[in-house]
């Protein structure tokens, strides 16, 4: 079975750094993802990687300053997120599926999510 328990958030100020991690059960899934949620938002994709290849996708408004990654030795799914601004301010969820896609309905498996918040 597959489980995500995501760790890393924190309270940063703007333009700080912190990487979010994600300690998966195993490789039942071809890919994973981040997405976040802000208070009165809806869940957004971040971003998503394919395990066995690697390949990375983005969305638009953290291009350039988060960086996915996997270990695929440890079983972890890292999201590295540098020049950090408030409106990055949200719950940031793990998840995993067969297939990629910036949906929610996209993934099965869901971590519990980690707070992150960016003050001014």
């Known amino acids: 079975q597959r489980q995500l328990v995501e760790s890393g958030g924190g309270l940063v100020q703007a333009g700080d750094s912190l990487r979010l991690s994600c300690a998966a059960s195993g490789r039942t899934y071809s890919w994973y993802a981040w997405f976040r949620q802000a208070p009165g938002q809806e869940r957004e994709f971040v971003s998503r990687?394919?395990?066995?290849?690697?390949?990375?996708y983005y969305a638009d408004s953290v291009t350039g300053r988060f960086t996915i990654s996997r270990d695929n030795a440890k079983n972890m799914v890292y999201l590295q997120m540098n020049s950090l601004k408030p409106e990055d301010t949200a719950v940031y969820y793990c998840?995993?599926?067969?297939?990629?896609?910036?949906?929610?309905?996209?993934?099965?498996?869901w971590g519990q999510g980690t707070q992150v918040t960016v003050s001014s």
């Open positions: 998840a995993a599926g067969p297939v990629g896609g910036r949906t929610s309905e996209s993934y099965n498996y």
């Open positions: 990687i394919k395990w066995n290849l690697g390949s990375t």
